[in-house]
């Protein structure tokens, strides 16, 4: 198995019009000698900045896609793949003009090569960056890992990250929550838009390399309109908390290895989920945490606010359990898509009993009766035999990392299943 990329030159500029669609543009400063005064210019494909743009040039793979003989799939329209008698499952995933090929070095080869009779394209090779990432392929541990320096020298370059004295051993302090107002007046204007930039980037760092600040960030992107000083310097250590662990990334080793052939193979999906009860003093809503596993490798993870106020802790763990199934479900779907098999039950678990015994009988009792449609959408799928729901002890639990500020033992413990060991471990 292999990997190759492409990036179409010009994306936005292949787009077709809709039939009847016309958009017509002033002539640019440049070229206006060369025109009659008041005439306008028929566009005759996309150009970027144009809103259809993105969607153009999508169906235009779409189409180039199709004539190379692969097929979309149903869950996720960026993922396209056919399989060869001899050679299995090869995949192409699309990235706005980034296009990822996945599968038998022969049969990439192949299907590179008639990418590039598709489009003009620069011919990447092996992904050794990827969507602003660096990749780190351990071939004896079969792993990868995801790692950003360049946005990690940004922070000691651009941000204030000198004022900690010390290297913390945790993104914020432990069970500290970020309350509007905290530690004095609204910072001034130019200081919301460093405090807007810094939080903007943690967002994206949260996502693709270090999973483990999510819960942090949540809390910092919680105040975008209303940062006081206090917030700031929280900003701050969180940054430097990630330059001081630099070696750290999202790790996917899996459990198994594929031979990228039978397709009566069963991948393993797995899901757990925790919650932290009315933890915002200003909503009294609670917060979310869940991680799915894709054969053992943590391909979602997520801390969010929940969109009610829960009034139990059961009632908040049921929340988050049906928030992480929704996640389970949509992996399942794409690995159906492409003509795969996942092993059922998929497996969900939770470290609430409560929740667990709602998610796994039909009786209705006062204190949950108003909790509608979550509570049968959970037990449905245990009906149909799709996921399983069982508890756990709170301390095997690695999703209490994405609701709560962890102390530094159990901050590390649960960091290790995401980020992996190094020596800050």
Known sequence: MTAYIVDVKGAFLHGDFEDGEKIYMEVPKGFRKYYATNLVLLLLQTLYGLKQAAM??????????????????????????????????????????????????????????????????????????????????????????????????????????????????????????????????????????????????????????????QNSVRELARHFQ?????????????????????????????????????????????????????????????????????????????????????????EAELYASVQCAQDMLFVWRIIKSIGLKVKLPMILELDNKGAVDIANNWSVAGRTKHIDTKQYFVRQLKEDGIIKVRWIPGKMNEADLYTKNLPGPDFRKHTKVFVGEDEHS
Request: proline content about 4%.
């Open 56 to 213: 153009a040039f999508w169906k235009k793979l779409l189409r180039a896609m199709k004539r190379m003989n692969f097929r979309r799939s149903d869950a996720d329209p960026c993922i396209y793949f056919k399989w060869s008698k001899l050679n299995g499952l090869i995949v192409w995933i699309s990235w706005i003009d980034d296009c990822l090929c996945l599968g038998n070095e022969h049969e990439v080869k192949i299907a590179k090569d008639e990418m590039l009779k598709q489009f003009e394209c620069d011919d990447v090779g092996f992904p050794i960056e990827y969507v602003g990432c660096k990749l780190n392929f351990d071939k004896e541990e079969k792993s990868l890992t995801f790692t950003q320096p360049v946005m990690i020298q940004s922070f000691s370059d651009e941000y204030e990250t000198q004022e900690c004295i010390n290297d913390p051993v945790t993104p914020m302090e432990p069970g500290r929550i970020l309350v509007s107002g905290d530690e004095g007046d609204l910072v001034a204007k130019e200081r919301q838009t460093y405090y807007r930039s810094g939080v903007g980037k943690l967002l994206h760092m949260m996502r693709w390399s270090r999973p483990e600040i």
């Open 226 to 314: 209303g940062a006081v000083e206090g917030h700031v310097k929280a900003m701050h250590r969180v940054m430097q908390y990630v330059i001081s662990t630099p070696n750290r990334g999202l790790t996917l080793k899996p459990d198994r290895v594929w031979d990228g052939k039978d397709r009566n193979y069963e991948f393993i999906i797995s899901g757990r989920s925790d919650s932290n009860f009315a933890t915002c003093p200003d909503t009294r809503r609670s917060v979310s945490g869940w991680s799915v596993k894709f054969e053992n490798c943590p391909i979602i993870n997520k801390s969010v606010m929940q969109k009610v106020v829960a009034l139990s802790v059961t």
